[in-house]
């Protein structure tokens, strides 16, 4: 079992750079290149709380469980 964060396809879809959006949540641009990429091994609520506000979607849009 493991959850997939679904960042990149969602930043795709709303066609914003990670620099801009990491200065949007005030976050590092390595930080959230390792959220991006599925690196992460756990994210703060208050961290997918700006995700959701600045890219205007649900947490169920970020993440994603899959059975292995």
Known sequence: MS??????????????PLNELAKRIDLTDSNLSILK????????IATLEALCRELNCQP????????E
């Open 3 to 16: 959850i997939i964060f679904r960042l990149d396809r969602v930043m795709a879809d709303r066609k914003i």
């Open 37 to 44: 990429t599925g690196k992460a091994r756990a994210i703060r």
């Open 60 to 67: 169920g849009d970020l993440l994603e469980y899959k059975t």
